[in-house]
């Protein structure tokens, strides 16, 4: 039977939860607004929030200096590759550990997500030889690749973490009724686990299309994401804050929108299991 | 007749086609400062000169480009044929053979013409290793209504003494101005620009002959005695945090009095469309104490010895730190816009000289800098607001941040300088000096 709660708590926690989610929104909202103010306002003390001249100049100045669709285009094949490719690969690793553990599977999980523990730059100039050699330096797949490697493990796990819901008596059964591995992993484990999945491929396009480290060090022009295209309106001397703020806006604006529409699905997925 | 016309418009698009693959791309790595962004757009006279050249640009934030080069640089990566760098990296990078001399420029670039001080920076054994592009010293830009109410007047070149007291004169904190506005965030490109050189003109080195560090001296005390007591006396709240751009945006909104900074911004001050003081602003060169405050940066283009293109890679940088292209941005954008810094012609230039306010304290600026002689004592390194050695950039942000907390009161200056040299000592013995 479900708890009363009083109206007096209920607005209490209303409030509160507006309170937390403006906080938290509030620095993308500053940004947005100073995105459409000039260099002058931008910088204004007292800060300036609603009643300034109103301009659209950053946003002609952005696009008139940089290929915005170009870099969005790399963000797109990059990350949206990087977490297909991952998926094909943790599916089977995450099946393997959730229905089919060794002695070791444990130790194995917790040095996969210890990689991810490891700094970035101490790895960078092996890398940075490796791709030199293999002429990847600037390459869609060469970025790809790395974005998948260092993401793979979150993805390994989540869906373990999804896949050790999922009762085994079920896939059990498909394999009395004759599946083949191949059959009980596509089209009964899958199916089962679509709302994990489709959260996994949603966090993992996110933390890619956020990823500013490789991005940055192993691509130049050709490849490059939204990260180089931010990184560019950063200035050491003169005033850029307001064309910074419409670079960043028109960077994350698609993964914003993304998020936005999908977040039903990302908060089913990401709270699978948690209710028993 | 139609087998023919068919033949002939397949060898046309054929060769619409193979056009951009006998181009070379020239991929530019740069920073984002306006003289910068304003030379991407003006390229076409180049182009059209060269039609077998596309330039593909690549603008990074400072500090990004920093890494970014020097790891793609240091591994022979080649993703660069042209890079802008300072003249701090230039000797560093020319001696470990990363750069390619710039000889044979062609006739028309006149290498002679370069500044003095500005060419002895980029080169190594007589040879350039880097074109400058612009150029830079420091000065100090002042509210000459604010000098004016004071009841001072504001000399050629003052003393410390003079700066110090003009700043107490001029604070009004209740109006929300205050008399001197100097960097105070943590970096060896930020506060350490200023305190290294205002260190050199106090007497005070950053090494002995001995590459011992020469924080514990007398020089040293004195120049940050001064610097926290006058911040804390007559500069802004929370200058601990204040960079080049921060200080920019305070003056510019009419509440510094005075602001010692790099020449690069008489330009940003002196504009109306940013700065409501546009109308009110002095120039005067740097102070003095034993010596002179000498400050010496330029940014300028190199060619990674990585590099595939290496003669285009040439022929651009001996167009875009040409006088032809300083006439060429004074004809479309006005002289007052040129990149500044680089050529004795410029500062003969009598339309430059209206146009520009700030030109001759420039000039008076950038002439003035030794870096081979930054301060009185004799110094085992180059450089006037940094020390030309490798370890300097991890080594001046460490020694900034105990400045900074001296600024913030959260050290004293006896502990800021304690620290300073502790960990000057530890990295200089780290790093295997004396070499």
Not at chain 1, 216 to 232: D, Q
Request: aromatic fraction near 12%; hydrophobic fraction near 45%; charged fraction near 15%.
């Amino acid at each position: 039977m479900a708890r009363k709660i009083s109206d007096t708590r209920r607005w209490g926690f209303t409030i509160l939860a507006w309170g937390v989610a403006l906080l938290i929104f509030f620095p993308i909202l500053w940004t947005i607004l100073t995105s459409f103010k000039s260099e002058a306002d931008a910088i204004a003390s007292p800060p300036k929030f609603l009643f300034f001249d109103w301009t659209t100049q950053n946003y002609a100045e952005v696009q008139s200096r940089s290929p915005y669709f170009r870099h969005f285009m790399n963000s797109v094949i990059i990350s949206v590759g990087s977490t297909l490719l991952g998926l094909l690969i943790a599916i089977p690793a995450a099946w393997s550990m959730a229905f089919q553990p060794a002695k070791r599977t444990k130790d194995l999980l917790m040095w996969m997500l210890s990689t991810k523990m490891m700094p970035a730059a101490g790895v960078l100039i092996p890398m940075y030889l490796l791709f030199r050699s293999w002429g990847l330096l600037d390459t869609r797949m060469g970025i790809t690749v790395v974005l998948m490697l260092i993401n793979l493990p979150i993805i390994t796990w989540m869906l373990y973490t999804y896949f050790r819901e999922i009762p085994s008596e079920i896939l059990e059964a498909a394999r009395m009724d004759g599946a083949s591995l191949k059959n009980e992993i596509l089209h009964v484990l899958t199916p089962m686990a679509v709302p994990g999945i489709a959260s996994t491929l949603l966090l993992n396009v996110i933390l890619a299309w956020n990823e500013a480290f490789w991005t940055l060090n192993l691509t130049t022009s050709k490849a490059a994401p939204l990260t180089t295209f931010i990184a560019s309106y950063s200035s050491p001397e003169g005033l850029f804050y307001a064309k910074l703020s419409a670079a960043s806006t028109m960077a994350i604006a698609p993964i914003l929108i993304l998020g936005w529409f999908s977040q039903k699905q990302l908060v089913r997925g990401l709270t699978f299991g948690a209710v028993k | 007749m139609s087998m023919m016309l068919r033949g002939l418009m397949g060898a046309c698009a054929m060769t619409a086609l193979a056009a951009p693959a006998w181009a070379e791309t020239l991929t530019i790595a740069t920073v984002n400062n306006g003289d910068m962004i304003r030379m991407q757009k003006m390229t076409k006279p180049f182009t059209d000169a060269n039609p077998d050249i596309q330039l593909e640009w690549v603008t990074l934030e400072e500090n990004v480009l920093r890494q970014r080069v020097t790891t793609d640089i240091a591994t022979k990566g080649g993703q660069y044929d042209i890079v802008t760098v300072g003249n701090y990296e230039v000797p560093i990078w020319a001696k470990q053979g990363w750069l390619l001399a710039l000889e044979d420029m062609g006739a028309d670039y006149d290498a002679a013409d370069i500044l003095p001080p500005i060419a002895e920076g980029l080169s190594l054994d007589g040879k350039l290793y880097a074109a400058p592009f612009y150029g830079e010293s420091a000065m100090i830009m002042y509210r000459t209504d604010l000098m004016e109410k004071a009841g001072l007047e504001m000399p050629e070149r003052p003393t410390w003494d003079f700066i110090y007291d003009a700043a107490r004169k001029m604070t009004d904190k209740s109006a929300e101005v205050y008399g001197i506005c100097l960097r105070g965030k943590a970096g060896w490109g930020e506060n350490m620009a200023f305190l290294t050189s205002m260190g050199a003109s106090y007497g005070a080195p950053w090494f002995d002959m001995e590459w011992k560090p020469q924080f514990t001296g007398e020089a040293w005390k004195k120049a940050l005695t001064d610097y926290v007591a006058i911040m804390n006396e007559a500069g802004p709240p929370g200058a601990s945090s204040n960079g080049f751009n921060e200080n920019l945006a305070l003056f510019q909104t009419g509440k510094c009095g005075m602001w010692i900074d790099a020449t690069v911004a008489a330009s940003f001050v002196s504009n109306p469309k940013d700065s409501t003081v546009a109308d009110k602003v002095g120039y005067a060169l740097a102070p003095e104490g034993e010596k002179p405050q000498m400050w010496l940066w330029a940014w300028t283009l190199a060619i990674p010895s990585s590099t595939d293109a290496p003669d285009a890679a040439k022929k651009f940088v001996a167009w875009a730190t040409s006088k032809a292209y300083t006439e060429q941005v004074a004809a479309e954008e006005g002289w007052a816009n040129v990149p500044p810094g680089t050529r004795t012609s410029l500062y003969e230039n009598p339309a430059y000289q209206e146009a520009a306010p700030f030109a001759k304290p420039t000039l008076d600026s950038i002439m003035s800098a030794d870096l081979k002689n930054p301060t009185t004592a004799e110094v085992p390194y180059i450089g006037t607001q940094w020390v030309g050695i490798p370890e300097f950039q991890a080594l001046g942000t460490a020694v900034g941040q105990q400045f900074s907390a001296a600024l913030a009161g959260q050290a004293s200056v006896d502990q800021a300088l304690q620290m300073a040299q502790q960990i000057a000592e530890r990295e200089m013995a780290k790093a295997g000096y004396p070499k």
